[in-house]
């Protein structure tokens, strides 16, 4: 338990330290929370344009924090020999994931804290009931499984810069793609059917569901429940130190 | 131990006892390296048995962890951290930390104590590394190349600190190109060569020689016959070890020929038997 909380409290302190991840995780969806509420750039679905973008920046949220900073940071972990060395001391590696999950979830809270102020300040007045704040708590939960599996496995397999640009490029293509800022309705047709079998689009389309009040698909449900159990198994399966 | 069709390590072993040292030299890209960190259980052998306290390090890695302490070449440190920070934070996965400020001062590393990872110098970085590897009190201390990029003063206080652990107890297999620092610290050395072992035993025996060999400062060729028992090669005369008599009448013989002896030795440097056992491979 003291190398778990010791290793959390490390992992949160060196977060909060790196400038480019709190642009990631912070400035950049924050910004375009502002920004795309305020001018009319696109056209959503819902009334207020804050209505339909507050949910999908809660899942760029989780998206940049579970994918693409954790990817990154752990691909330069492994790439100047961290992990290598964490190898050869007792802290076992799932003691050094949990720590990194904890960190992970102490962050998208800042996230999400900080986006439903600015939102609600914007404007956004959600749907909010018992059911649908456990099902958006539930759906960041299993979001944050899958996306970190996505990130770990891209981490564990790829060079560091090599990972750099995947999981920048990919945070490019599910910004677009995931129906967070453009609705997936506004995609050509067979993007608009993937985004519901990939967990950055499920997981836009279950929050947006849950926050204004309309029935959830249960194709985005267990997709994103699927995701969850798989991406992190296979990066358990095929991540290597060295 | 194999990567895809290429055998990196075959037919190395290797045993040692508490108290003891053991250097592995070799040659670049000779298997070193692999053959550690198959010992560390990062792989597992093709063939053969890895056991380390009498524990399988790829099935058991914690417990052999708990028991071990490990300086590999490319380990490395988070890079805003300090070596206090990481010192205080590695210390937290050990039951029985050793005292994180008694290596800080042990090892030199007071007035870095406080600097980012990334601003520090290769020697103070490997020194931070070392702290780190002895951290949990390890029975057996496993150390690749640990005083490459070092300083001069660094190495000495690394090489003191590996003579204490020595008499601690520890069991200590390092590995290093300087030979003169494998002289001083090794009782047992291992030779390997392209992944397999060539050379291996206690350093006294290695060096041991059934020669002496009196190095002086000419070339001795055009001298005429040495003493009985003795030959001439460039400066240097060999002639049989413990004898007094081939060493009075060698040195009587020296000084009629006005040649200043500059050493005698009757044991092998490792270098020459090093050198020596790397050509026999090679022929």
Redesign the interface.
């Known amino acids: 338990m003291?190398?778990l909380?010791?290793?959390t409290a490390?992992e949160i302190r060196?977060t909060l330290?790196?400038g480019e991840t709190l642009l990631l995780t912070i400035l950049i969806p924050l910004g375009l929370l502002i920004f795309f509420s305020e001018v009319a750039v696109i056209s959503t679905p819902d009334a207020h344009r804050v209505d339909f973008l507050a949910p999908g920046i809660m899942s760029l949220a989780v998206l940049s924090t579970s994918l693409v900073a954790l990817s990154i940071s752990t691909g330069f972990?492994r790439s100047?020999?961290?992990l290598?060395?964490l190898?050869?001391?007792?802290?076992?590696m799932r003691t050094f994931i949990a720590a990194k999950i904890l960190s992970i979830l102490v962050t998208e809270l800042i996230q999400i804290v900080a986006i439903v102020t600015v939102a609600v300040l914007l404007g956004w007045n959600p749907h909010t009931s018992a059911a649908s704040l456990a099902l958006v708590v539930l759906s960041l939960i299993l979001a944050s499984a899958a996306c970190a599996g996505i990130g770990l496995f891209l981490a564990g397999r790829l060079a560091a810069e090599v990972n750099l640009a995947a999981a920048n490029g990919l945070y490019l293509l599910l910004l677009l793609g995931s129906g967070m800022v453009i609705p997936t309705t506004s995609l050509p047709g067979p993007f608009s059917a993937i985004s519901h079998v990939i967990p950055s689009g499920a997981l836009s389309d279950l929050l947006h569901r849950s926050t204004t009040g309309r029935p959830l698909t249960v194709i985005d449900l267990v997709s994103l429940a699927l995701w969850a159990v798989a991406a992190p198994l296979l990066a358990v399966r095929t991540f290597r130190?060295? | 131990m194999d990567f895809g069709n290429t055998t990196a390590v075959h037919d190395v072993s290797f045993e040692l006892t508490f108290g003891e040292v053991l250097t592995i030299l070799g040659p670049n890209g000779a298997g070193k390296t692999t053959s550690l960190t198959t010992l560390l259980g990062f792989r597992r052998p093709t063939a053969g048995l890895v056991e380390l306290h009498g524990l399988n390090p790829v099935a058991q890695p914690a417990q052999v962890n708990a028991l071990t302490g490990a300086m590999l070449q490319d380990g490395g440190v988070w890079a805003p951290m300090t070596p206090e920070q990481v010192i205080s934070l590695t210390a937290s996965y050990y039951r029985h930390p050793r005292s994180g400020a008694d290596l800080i001062d042990r090892l030199a590393l007071g007035s870095v104590a406080a600097t980012p990872w990334r601003r520090l110098s290769g020697g103070e970085k490997q020194r931070t590394l070392l702290a780190l590897a002895l951290l949990g009190q390890p029975r057996v201390l496993i150390l690749d190349e640990p005083t490459s990029g070092v300083d001069p003063e660094g190495r000495d206080v690394i090489r003191a600190l590996i003579q204490e652990e020595k008499a601690l107890g520890r069991a200590i297999v390092l590995t290093t190109h300087e030979l003169d620092e494998a002289e001083r610290v090794s009782d047992q050395v291992c030779v390997i060569a392209r992944g397999r072992t060539i050379m291996s035993g206690s350093l006294s025996d290695l060096t041991h020689s059934t020669e002496v060999e009196i190095c002086t400062d000419r070339d001795l060729s055009s001298l005429g016959d040495p003493p009985r028992g003795g030959r001439c090669e460039g400066r240097n005369l060999f002639g049989p070890a413990h004898d007094a008599d081939f060493l009075a009448a060698a040195t009587a013989w020296l000084a009629q020929q006005q040649v200043n002896v500059q050493s005698i030795s009757s044991r092998h440097s490792l270098e020459s038997v090093y050198r020596h056992a790397l050509e026999g491979e090679s022929r």
């Open positions: 003291t190398a909380l010791a290793q490390a060196m330290r790196r972990e100047y020999g961290v290598k060395r190898r050869t001391t007792p802290l076992p130190v060295e």
